[in-house]
């Protein structure tokens, strides 16, 4: 069918972020006719850092634009009864007596119209009309899953549908300091499907929306194969973890479990992949209180480059610290190569690592004692029982978190037309 797909992203394929989207846009591409990428918050002249198909176009609306207008949109939502027609009585409800939540309201519905205004400035030079269906894909059940549902009405097509992913921010509210997302009910009412990234959102979302419980739908993201890395009986220990250092990361309490093991007798080496502000204190904390271990920190790295430093390096273990994810995809590549992972029991996590099965789960509100225990009995574990560990994550892994087979199924999955 002669079908066009429209994905709304943060940058992707501008800067940095987003990199589960490299693996999902070839298989888009391949279901689609035609694919068009609007990134809807980019710098300035943003430039392109990932390679897109050859049937993918990509456009791009600055944040600064959208900051810029962002006062009269605004203004234009007071006052605050009715917001234009998109808060019914639930959304009434949940902002009632709350000032910082009727502020939250609006700023959502002005940075969503911003956006859909900019967006239909675009499109008319792609002719939409010359296809015979069109999805509007949001990557993000946030603001910019708004602007789908609005880009559906506004359409004029025979076959349209208006999706979204879900993942951690944009699903749990109660990781929200308000404890409040915006238009929920306005959003599940008019979308035709939102898709969480793991069964604990799904759960969590037919759980506050039984009435939507036929629009949520889990589907999983997943890594490229690179087949199984290496594996052999050695003297030094290599952990690994990989994220951007946020607070919601935790890093910092790795570095403190680590410096445990000073005298534990195992040679042990860390890696540390992911940047950010405190990058150079996570270093002269290692310098300081881990120079009986070796540390490395090479910083950002390109996805490309992690997975064939996984593929040609041995990792004993891989470790997560979170205080909140949706399901790790940091996870998912390292259960590829067949690592075995410790990692907070939050979100949907508990999914791929399974306990004793594919790693360990550690409470969400752990002691940096614990985990260094945990860590310690799980390099204790017999070379055959660690070998046991590793076919398991490749099992789960090829199961349930193969990006070939996910995002083949989930192209299909969201044509407008069957």
């Known amino acids: 069918m002669n079908d066009c797909l429209l994905l709304l992203t943060k940058n992707f394929p501008f800067g940095k972020g987003e990199e589960f989207i490299e693996v999902e846009i070839e298989m888009l591409a391949k279901s689609f006719e035609k694919v068009i990428v609007i990134a809807t918050s980019t710098e300035d002249n943003p430039v392109q850092t990932r390679a897109v198909p050859k049937n993918v176009s990509v456009d791009n609306i600055c944040a600064s634009k959208v ?30 007596g709350s000032l910082k939540k009727k502020l939250y309201l609006s700023y959502f519905i002005a940075k969503s119209e911003i956006v859909y205004d900019e967006i239909v400035k675009i499109l008319p030079k792609y002719s939409l009309e010359g296809y015979d269906g069109i999805t509007f894909y949001s990557y993000w059940f946030y603001d910019i899953a708004l ?46 499907k939102v898709y969480p990234c793991s069964q604990n959102g799904t759960d969590y979302l037919t759980d506050l929306y039984p009435e939507y419980r036929n629009k949520i739908e889990t589907a999983h993201l997943g890594t490229r194969d690179f087949g199984v890395g290496k594996y052999n009986k050695t003297d030094v220990y290599h952990i690994v973890s990989c994220c951007h250092l946020t607070a919601i990361k935790r890093i910092d309490l790795l570095a403190e479990a ?44 390109q996805n490309a480059d992690l997975l064939k430093y996984y593929k040609n390096n041995q990792v004993d273990l891989f470790i997560n610290t979170s205080s909140s994810e949706g399901l ?11 690592i075995p992972c410790i990692a907070t029991d939050v979100g949907g996590t508990k999914e791929i690592v399974i306990d004793g099965k594919t790693g360990f789960l550690i409470d969400a509100d752990f002691s940096t004692d614990k985990l260094a225990e945990l860590i310690k009995s799980t390099l204790l574990l017999p070379y055959e029982k660690m070998q046991d560990i590793r076919n398991n994550c ?23 037309l069957k």
């Open 67 to 96: 900051k810029h207008n962002m006062a009269g949109a605004i203004a234009r939502q007071f006052p605050f009864r009715g917001y234009k027609g998109y808060a019914g009585k639930d959304e009434h409800r949940a902002v009632k």
């Open 394 to 416: 490749r099992t789960v892994y090829l199961e349930n978190y193969c990006s070939n087979k996910n995002f083949a199924k989930f192209a299909e999955e969201i044509k407008p």
């Open 328 to 338: 790790p995809v940091s996870i998912m590549e390292a259960c590829s190569f067949g």
């Open 258 to 301: 680590l410096s445990k093991l000073n005298g534990s007798g195992f040679k042990l080496k860390w890696t540390h992949f992911g940047g950010g502000d405190n990058l150079n204190e996570l270093k002269n904390y290692a310098k300081t209180n881990l120079s009986f271990m070796e540390c490395n920190f090479p910083g950002e790295i």
């Open 147 to 192: 602007a789908a549902v609005r880009l559906k009405k506004y359409w004029s097509s025979n076959a349209k549908l208006a999706i979204t992913r879900a993942h951690r921010y944009d699903l749990y509210a109660y990781r929200n300091s308000l404890n409040y997302l915006p238009l929920r009910y306005y959003i599940l009412k008019n979308i035709d």
